[in-house]
């Protein structure tokens, strides 16, 4: 069995160092088409608009099953 610490393996490494102003910097970049970003910075954009997402999106608390 794996543990995983929802605070640091349960998103990606580069949002820890990236505040709301660079992730607000670097998705204007994606919609704007430019090229500056890295590609983690955008897999990181991903990750914090997926999190956003899923969390307006939830209709009830997390479950853990167990088998």
């Not at 349960?10 to 430019?34: A, K, S, V, Y």
């Not at 991903?46 to 099953?65: R, S």
């Amino acid at each position: 069995m794996r543990y995983v610490d929802p605070d640091k393996d349960g998103i990606h490494p580069l949002r820890l160092t990236l505040d709301d102003d660079d992730m607000h910097e670097i998705m204007q970049g994606i919609h704007d088409n430019e090229d500056w970003m890295s590609l983690e910075e955008i897999e990181a954009a991903a990750d914090y608009l997926f999190d956003m997402i899923t969390g307006e999106k939830q209709t009830h608390l997390g479950i853990t099953t167990l088998q």
